[in-house]
């Protein structure tokens, strides 16, 4: 099946300092990407819709100029946190839909201390 | 607005033991996914389930999809301990560029 990527896999920062997260879809175009967060031990929660060459789509209670999505190419997808604090901490999990069905990155384990 | 209900959510079943996981969702889809997830990893695929009356069998699992009922469900045969882990469903409603909405994902601990 079609791979998504994302980098890195896991992050530490400070809090107070800017994290990016990379999506990538591998070996398909994605004109269309989505952005989850999961907290432990509950289901993933979408954050936005990320659309190539357009504004994303955030879900109601996210916060755009803290959450901020580019879309550049038809493979890329980034997010990124700005000034992060420890709630922030989370997996982030990016989705890409080809086909049939969307396909799951391996996720970003987030870490504001 | 989509609602996708998964139950049971927790599910402590013992080794050789059968059981079922039910999702339900409440609008027209004929698109629907079950997928797998480890502790601290990402979700896996399972199963993509793309008509009324579709099944499809892997190993010790067998996914059904009927539409009209709004239903998929997900039947463990004689559940191993390797099989501990959680299940999700998703339901697609393909239009455009819309997300896939999850249930709340089952917690399934197989025990010996």
């Known amino acids: 099946g079609a791979v998504v990527s994302q980098h890195p896999s896991w992050v530490i920062c400070k809090s107070g300092t800017s994290v990016k997260i990379e999506c990538r879809s591998l070996d398909f175009q994605a004109t269309t990407m989505f952005w989850y967060r999961q907290f432990p031990k509950q289901s993933l929660m979408l954050m936005a819709t990320s659309n190539e060459g357009s504004k994303a789509t955030y879900e109601q209670g996210v916060e755009k100029d803290k959450f901020l999505i580019n879309h550049a190419s038809l493979t890329l997808s980034t997010l990124t946190v700005t000034s992060a604090h420890p709630e922030d901490s989370s997996f982030y999990i990016c989705?890409?839909?080809?086909?049939?069905?969307?396909?799951f990155g391996p996720g970003t384990r987030l870490t504001v201390l | 607005e989509l609602k996708v209900e998964q139950n049971p959510l927790f599910l402590s079943m013992q080794e050789g033991k059968n059981y079922t996981i039910y999702c339900n969702y409440s609008?027209?889809?004929?698109?629907l996914y079950w997928y797998r997830q480890d502790p601290g990893k990402s979700l896996e695929s399972l199963f993509v389930?793309?008509?009324?009356?579709a099944v499809k069998q892997e190993g010790r699992l067998m996914a059904s999809l009927d539409t009209k009922a709004r239903l998929s469900t997900l039947h463990i045969t004689a559940a191993v301990h390797d099989l501990s882990a959680t299940y999700f469903c998703?339901?697609?409603?393909?239009?455009?560029?819309?997300?896939?909405?999850f249930g709340k994902g089952t917690r399934l601990s197989v025990i010996a």
């Open positions: 609008t027209t889809s004929d698109r």
């Open positions: 989705s890409a839909r080809g086909d049939n069905e969307q396909f």
């Open positions: 998703a339901v697609d409603t393909y239009s455009g560029n819309t997300p896939l909405v």
């Open positions: 389930l793309l008509s009324n009356g």
